[in-house]
């Protein structure tokens, strides 16, 4: 599996132990960065991550800002892109399950470093269930 992943100044650590911890399981990530604590805008690094997804050559994405909300809302803006913030498992697990949500994103400043592994573990381990909820996913892109 290929994950898309980037963020603003707000997410250098967190993404880091991400692609520690997943990448000893085989996933390979491409990081678009930024990679240090220097003031970014968002939409820079969510650009490409949600370009990466509907290309094709990542399988799924995950952004990352302090809160989540700018760079969720920035990749959102792509026709194809389902981007779910999500500060839970529950949450994760039911984007992908019922939104065929195809990138996550995570608020940065208001999760602990251990809630997101469990929240990326569960986004990447639940699939979309379609039957009822392929109709509504259709219903999404304008």
């Known amino acids: 599996m290929i ?22 399981n085989g ?18 690094f969510g650009h490409p991550v949600a370009k990466a997804v509907l290309e094709g050559s990542a399988d799924l994405g995950i952004v990352i800002c302090g809160s989540g909300n700018g ?30 949500a195809n990138i996550l994103a995570l608020p940065a400043r208001f999760i602990s470093s251990d809630e ?5 573990a569960a986004f990447l381990a639940a699939k979309f269930e379609g039957g009822r909820h392929q109709n509504r996913v259709n219903k999404i892109n304008c």
């Not at 994950?3 to 993404?15: E, R, T, V, W, Y």
């Not at 913030?85 to 019922?98: G, K, V, Y």
């Not at 997101?116 to 990326?120: F, G, K, L, Q, R």
């Open 3 to 24: 994950i898309a992943i980037g963020g603003d100044h707000a997410s250098p650590d967190l993404k880091k132990a991400i692609m520690d911890k997943f990448g000893a």
């Open 27 to 44: 996933i390979v990530f491409n990081n678009f960065g930024t990679n240090d604590h220097n003031s970014v805008d968002y939409p820079d």
């Open 71 to 100: 760079i969720n809302m920035t990749v959102n803006k792509y026709s194809g892109i389902r981007s779910a913030l999500c500060w839970t498992t529950e949450l994760a697990s039911l984007a992908r399950q019922h939104n065929d």
């Open 116 to 120: 997101a592994m469990d929240i990326v």
